[in-house]
Each structure stands twice: as structure tokens, then as C-alpha cells.
């Protein structure tokens, strides 16, 4: 066998590397362990770059921490297949829509939803949760990967002052007479984590979702500690102008949290206290383009209620000069369609 061959037989078969990146083996410390577990007359200089090649390999048992030295052990590729996969077919499933109290507030990706909607609005944004299952039903596979799961409002002629966020009427004005978009719409796909078996698909389910909008993200609750699939989502954001960024939660840390309708409820002082606690990290910032795609959003309205909604949203938001949220909005219109 040769000295990777070795290297590897010896990685899948002994309990040597960490399983976690914070406790990783710098290479020193995993030369001196499996040193005397190699045959052969190999020089110690041979070693690291064995180690280096192996954790560029995806199917290999080593992975090297992301922006840091050191070595730990990449989870099997079956067993992360199995868990993306059952993740994957549960958000493509028919179930019920979110409820209060329902099955899925406890479920880790409508956490995370919830809790990305409430992160995006302590920096003036404005977040519309998009609901999949409620969509116009259509033959198997019409609409896959055809709806984000947030759409993101930002506008370009908001202040912050001493009553809150506003739109200055003269810059909405000045934008529109220079023919500028007031705001910008992000469609946004959240993943709880990604892995070497899934993070393509994901990624493209995020290009193909967002093809209506004036940008695209991914942002995923756990950080990608691997240095290569690190280097193998810049480069797909990079090509493809999609912003992509982590959060730094740990699945059981995302399973602490309160449920998907607690999170949304709670006061801004009490989401504060969990929001300082985590860090968003930016591996690609993505582009903005000069427009939306009216054709492809003609057929997205035509599909699910969500979307026609926003553009009244937006268009309610334009004329009063004034940023209503979404649910603002929908209880202005309840309260002006009843009756006096």
C-alpha cells in the first residue's frame, strides 16, 4: 500500500481524529499518532502534504479546518447523505403549513426561519415568509426549486431617525424620476447546514429560486468548517453572484431554541438577547442586478398568493411613503375592506 493508502486505511479504521473542528490535531500532533502505524521507510516530510491531499478529498474520512491549521474527522458520507436527504424530501413534502403550536415549530429549519426573519428586521429590512405547501398545486416537479423561503424587502430610500425607520419622499422622488429602483427584493434559501453531498444541490436550489429577483442568498445556521467545501461555496457564489453567509449555531443549539411561532412573538429586547449571542459571517457578498424578471415573476404571482401580496405590499408602501411591514399591511387592508 502506499503511504496514503496507509494514511487513510489507518483514518477510517482508528478512533485517531477529533470529530469536532474545535478540537482539531494540528499536523504534528497527527504525524506523531500515526507515525508508528505506517509501514514503510517514509520521511516525516511526506506526511503533511499526505494529509493535505486527503482533505481535499471529499469522500476521505480527514477534513482541515476552515481559515485555521489543523485536522479533524469528516463525518461518513452515507450517514451525511441519509441525514440530507431525509432533510431535503421533508421540505419538498406535502405538509401542513405552518400553525401556531403545530408540529413544525419545533422542527430545526422553521427555528431557523423564524429566527432569520426576526435577525433581518433589527437591520431595517423587511422579511415575508414564503410558504411552500400553500402554493397552487401542480404536476410532480412543476414547481421545485421554484419558491425562496424568505423574501427580503430592503429599501434604498430609508433613514433611521428619532421616530424610526422612514422613506424620505424626496429621495423615493429623485429615484424615480432617475429611473432607480426605491428598493431592492432578496430571495433568500435557508439551509439548517450543508455537507460535501448536499451543498450543490442546495446551492443551485438557491440559483433557481432566485432568478426572479434583484439578488439571490444562501444562508445556513451551522458554519462550514471545511476548508474545501469553504473554497468550493466562494468560488459557486463568486461565479454565479450568490451571497452566501453562515451563522454560527450548532444543531443542538438550534434545537435549544424556542419554537418557530415563540421566536416570532417574542418582544425585541427578549430577540436581542439571542441575536448578540450569534455572529454572521459573510463568505460571499453577492451581486445585485439592475432589475426584476416581470415574465418569471408573472408566473411566481400566478402560483402562489404570497407573491401578488408583496407587490400590493410594496406598491401600499410607495404611495403612503411609509414602510409598512407585511403584517402592518395586512392589517391595514382588514381594516379598510370592513365594513363602518
Given at each position: 500500500?502506499?503511504?496514503?493508502?496507509?494514511?487513510?486505511?489507518?483514518?477510517?479504521?482508528?478512533?485517531?481524529?477529533?470529530?469536532?473542528?474545535d478540537?482539531?490535531?494540528s499536523?504534528?500532533e497527527l504525524?506523531?499518532?500515526?507515525?508508528?502505524?505506517?509501514?514503510?521507510?517514509?520521511?516525516?516530510?511526506?506526511?503533511?502534504?499526505?494529509?493535505?491531499?486527503?482533505a481535499?478529498d471529499?469522500?476521505?474520512p480527514?477534513a482541515?479546518?476552515?481559515?485555521?491549521?489543523g485536522?479533524?474527522r469528516?463525518?461518513?458520507?452515507?450517514?451525511?447523505?441519509?441525514?440530507?436527504?431525509?432533510?431535503v424530501q421533508?421540505?419538498?413534502?406535502?405538509?401542513?403549513?405552518?400553525?401556531?403550536?403545530?408540529?413544525?415549530?419545533d422542527?430545526?429549519?422553521?427555528?431557523?426561519?423564524?429566527?432569520f426573519?426576526?435577525?433581518?428586521?433589527?437591520?431595517n429590512?423587511f422579511?415575508?415568509?414564503i410558504?411552500?405547501v400553500?402554493?397552487?398545486?401542480?404536476?410532480?416537479?412543476v414547481?421545485?426549486?421554484?419558491?425562496?423561503d424568505?423574501?427580503?424587502l430592503?429599501w434604498m430610500?430609508g433613514?433611521?431617525?428619532?421616530?424610526?425607520?422612514?422613506l424620505?419622499s424626496a429621495?423615493?422622488?429623485?429615484?424615480?424620476?432617475?429611473?432607480?429602483?426605491?428598493?431592492?427584493?432578496t430571495s433568500?434559501?435557508?439551509?439548517?447546514?450543508?455537507s460535501?453531498?448536499?451543498?450543490r444541490?442546495?446551492?443551485?436550489?438557491?440559483?433557481?429560486?432566485?432568478?426572479?429577483?434583484?439578488s439571490?442568498?444562501l444562508?445556513?445556521?451551522?458554519p462550514?468548517?471545511?476548508?474545501?467545501?469553504?473554497?468550493?461555496?466562494?468560488?459557486?457564489?463568486?461565479?454565479?453572484?450568490?451571497?452566501?453567509?453562515?451563522?454560527?449555531f450548532?444543531?443542538?443549539e438550534?434545537?435549544?431554541?424556542?419554537?418557530?411561532?415563540?421566536?416570532?412573538?417574542m418582544?425585541?429586547?427578549e430577540?436581542?438577547?439571542i441575536?448578540e449571542?450569534r455572529k454572521?459571517n459573510?463568505?460571499t457578498?453577492g451581486?445585485?442586478?439592475p432589475g426584476?424578471d416581470?415574465?418569471?415573476l408573472?408566473?411566481?404571482?400566478?402560483?402562489?398568493t404570497?407573491f401578488?401580496?408583496?407587490?400590493?405590499?410594496i406598491?401600499r408602501?410607495?404611495?403612503?411613503s411609509k414602510?409598512?411591514?407585511?403584517?402592518?399591511y395586512?392589517?391595514?387592508t382588514?381594516?379598510?375592506?370592513?365594513?363602518g
Amino acid at each position: 500500500m502506499t503511504l496514503r493508502e496507509q494514511i487513510r486505511h489507518i483514518l477510517e479504521t482508528r478512533n485517531i481524529l477529533p470529530d469536532h473542528p474545535d478540537h482539531a490535531l494540528s499536523g504534528t500532533e497527527l504525524l506523531e499518532r500515526i507515525r508508528p502505524m505506517v509501514v514503510g521507510s517514509y520521511t516525516e516530510t511526506s506526511f503533511p502534504p499526505t494529509f493535505s491531499i486527503l482533505a481535499k478529498d471529499p469522500t476521505s474520512p480527514i477534513a482541515r479546518r476552515e481559515g485555521r491549521f489543523g485536522y479533524y474527522r469528516l463525518p461518513a458520507v452515507q450517514q451525511a447523505t441519509k441525514i440530507e436527504d431525509d432533510a431535503v424530501q421533508s421540505a419538498e413534502s406535502d405538509v401542513a403549513p405552518l400553525q401556531e403550536g403545530g408540529a413544525r415549530n419545533d422542527q430545526l429549519e422553521e427555528k431557523f426561519r423564524a429566527f432569520f426573519i426576526r435577525y433581518a428586521t433589527l437591520d431595517n429590512r423587511f422579511p415575508v415568509h414564503i410558504e411552500h405547501v400553500i402554493a397552487q398545486r401542480q404536476r410532480a416537479g412543476v414547481n421545485k426549486w421554484k419558491f425562496p423561503d424568505v423574501v427580503v424587502l430592503d429599501w434604498m430610500a430609508g433613514e433611521s431617525g428619532d421616530s424610526g425607520f422612514f422613506l424620505d419622499s424626496a429621495v423615493l422622488d429623485v429615484r424615480r424620476g432617475l429611473g432607480e429602483q426605491p428598493f431592492l427584493l432578496t430571495s433568500v434559501e435557508l439551509k439548517v447546514d450543508l455537507s460535501f453531498s448536499t451543498f450543490r444541490e442546495f446551492f443551485f436550489q438557491c440559483v433557481s429560486n432566485s432568478k426572479w429577483a434583484h439578488s439571490a442568498a444562501l444562508v445556513v445556521a451551522c458554519p462550514v468548517s471545511d476548508a474545501l467545501l469553504s473554497k468550493e461555496l466562494r468560488r459557486l457564489g463568486t461565479s454565479y453572484g450568490v451571497a452566501i453567509s453562515t451563522f454560527d449555531f450548532s444543531r443542538d443549539e438550534l434545537a435549544s431554541l424556542p419554537s418557530a411561532d415563540e421566536l416570532m412573538k417574542m418582544t425585541e429586547e427578549e430577540f436581542e438577547k439571542i441575536a448578540e449571542q450569534r455572529k454572521d459571517n459573510t463568505l460571499t457578498a453577492g451581486t445585485v442586478r439592475p432589475g426584476l424578471d416581470w415574465d418569471h415573476l408573472q408566473d411566481l404571482k400566478t402560483q402562489s398568493t404570497a407573491f401578488s401580496e408583496i407587490f400590493g405590499w410594496i406598491a401600499r408602501c410607495l404611495r403612503d411613503s411609509k414602510p409598512y411591514t407585511m403584517r402592518n399591511y395586512q392589517e391595514l387592508t382588514r381594516i379598510e375592506g370592513r365594513p363602518g
